[in-house]
């Protein structure tokens, strides 16, 4: 089965240092990955996904993330964090055996302290 | 563009009683969806639909019913509220088999059941 695992459910960096948010996965054929960006009291929104080939993804909001494959990892970054980048963080995998379900993380929540 | 749009977005309920939580999108997707958020557990897929007439159940589908009678609209029925179905409520689509398509949400609904 499809997984994904958030090991941190929050994270906390100082405003200018280089952010990490982590994730692993677990799928059987091609990983297809995705990382979402969801603010208060909003819907999720689309940050960034894996590209077959390209082991460094970059996305929206200076956000860019690093594909492991013998890691099996996705870790979300950026250089330099803002205070407006706290917010809650998904990753998400697509289902590759049929369904093409959307399988999500239990988020993580990332703390930008100025 | 509209995008994915939810409604209403708020909504008591007392237990007991039925309601309906609208989706559209106008993407044209094949793809549709409904998640519900909890804190601590993220998203938990409800139910998903393929197409027009085609739908199938996600991981806590019980107590909700959904039909897809057109592509642009997929409605979440909650037959009869309980108070563990207080929670807040998302809609996705996206293209159905090109796999590295994201998914787009809706801003959500956020459903008390009293």
């Known amino acids: 089965a499809q997984s994904v695992a958030q090991p941190e459910d929050q994270v906390n960096v100082a405003e200018g240092n280089p952010l990490t948010v982590k994730c692993t996965y677990s799928v059987s054929g091609n990983p297809y990955l995705f990382w979402y960006v969801q603010y208060p009291n909003r819907g999720l929104q689309f940050l960034l996904k894996y590209i077959t080939g390209d082991n460094l993804v970059k996305g929206s909001y200076g956000f860019e993330a690093e594909f492991n494959k013998s890691q099996t990892s996705f870790h979300l970054k950026k250089p330099s964090a803002l205070v407006s980048d706290s917010a809650l963080y998904f990753c998400?995998?697509?289902?590759?055996?049929?369904?093409?379900?959307?399988?999500f993380g239990t988020g993580t929540r990332l703390k930008v302290l100025a | 563009n509209a995008g994915v749009t939810q409604t209403p977005k708020f909504q008591v309920l007392k237990t007991g009683q039925s309601m309906t939580l609208q989706c559209a999108q106008d993407m044209n997707h094949e793809y549709m969806s409904w998640y519900r958020q909890d804190p601590g557990m993220g998203l938990r897929l409800i139910h998903y639909?393929?197409?027009?007439?085609?739908?199938d159940q996600g991981e806590v589908p019980n107590g909700y019913n959904v039909s897809r009678s057109t592509t642009e609209d997929f409605p979440l029925r909650l037959l009869s509220a309980a108070p563990s179905q207080t929670s807040v409520y998302f809609c996705?689509?996206?293209?159905?088999?090109?796999?590295?398509?994201?998914?787009?949400f809706g801003q959500g609904t956020r459903l008390t059941v009293v």
């Open positions: 996705a689509s996206s293209y159905y088999r090109q796999m590295n398509t994201e998914a787009f």
């Open positions: 639909s393929v197409g027009a007439g085609i739908t």
């Open positions: 998400a995998v697509r289902d590759g055996s049929g369904t093409y379900k959307y399988i």
